[in-house]
């Protein structure tokens, strides 16, 4: 287990609803990555979160947005589902900004109907 | 955006076969990783490699960062069932905030 949590595990939406994921980094860990991976492609980068920052993006529209919190725990918020946002989407913590091993979460997998 | 290409995109082995699977890239890499994913799983960190010629093993698991440090490559000795799963690679380019992956390699093991 790398330590890193995300609930839920598995969630369906609606096209036109908002989604909220949210993901526990390793301890000591202060940086947190967000991952989507469609079905039979790798990950792909949405962005990453720094002292509760955003720290980098991705090619993902506005209407993906994140938070991090004092605890380095971190949210993915997706407004306005399209069917095309159907896929795994995985937090990576890091121990810091620079730092390059990223340890990944078991995922949740949306599904956007 | 940098991309990587992984190759095989699949591979059927016999249990006990070595097995070789490699990444290139037109850019120039700083860092290559090798992960693993089982289904419904995150991907699992099996090797990290950082300077260009390295060549560093874990367990049955040996990884080489390629000299032109746009490419890499990972082999498995001695096949076994437990090594079924999807490998990718992946990469970062100089002060980039994410990694780059590759689209992955899906290895099957025939007992």
Redesign the interface.
């Known amino acids: 287990e ?1 330590g ?1 949590t ?1 609930s839920p595990t598995h969630l369906i939406k609606t096209r036109g609803q908002q989604v909220t994921l949210r993901c526990s980094s390793q301890s000591g860990h202060n940086t947190v ?1 967000w ?1 989507q991976q469609a079905l ?6 949405i962005f ?1 979160y720094y002292r509760e920052e955003e ?2 993006r ?2 993902f529209p506005p209407r993906f947005s994140g938070l991090q919190f004092p605890n380095y725990s971190s949210e993915l918020n997706v407004n306005a589902l399209e069917l095309d946002d159907s896929a795994l989407y ?1 937090c ?1 913590s890091t121990p810091g ?1 620079g730092d ?8 949740t ?1 949306l599904t956007v109907v | ?1 940098q991309q ?1 290409n ?1 190759s095989p995109q699949s591979m059927f082995i016999q249990e006990g076969e070595d097995v070789s699977m490699n990444c290139t890239s037109s850019s120039i890499f700083n ?1 290559w ?1 090798w ?1 693993k994913q089982d289904p ?6 099996l090797i ?1 490699l ?1 300077k260009a010629g390295e060549l560093t093993s874990n367990g049955r698991l040996t990884a080489q960062f390629g000299i032109t440090r746009k490419d890499s490559f990972l082999n498995i000795s001695a096949s076994i069932p437990s090594d079924v799963g999807i490998y ?1 690679c ?1 990469g ?1 380019v100089g002060s ?9 390699t899906q290895l099957t093991v025939l007992p």
Not at chain 1, 100 to 107: K, S
Request: aromatic residues 14%; glycine residues 20%.
């Open positions: 790398t890193v995300q990555s991952y039979g492609q790798g990950p792909q980068f990453q720290n980098g991705g090619n995985l990576a900004v390059t091993e990223a340890f990944f979460g078991q995922g997998r | 955006g990587l992984q860092t990783l992960y419904g799983e995150g991907p699992v960190l990290a950082y990718f992946a970062r980039a905030r994410q990694l780059t992956f590759g689209s992955g």
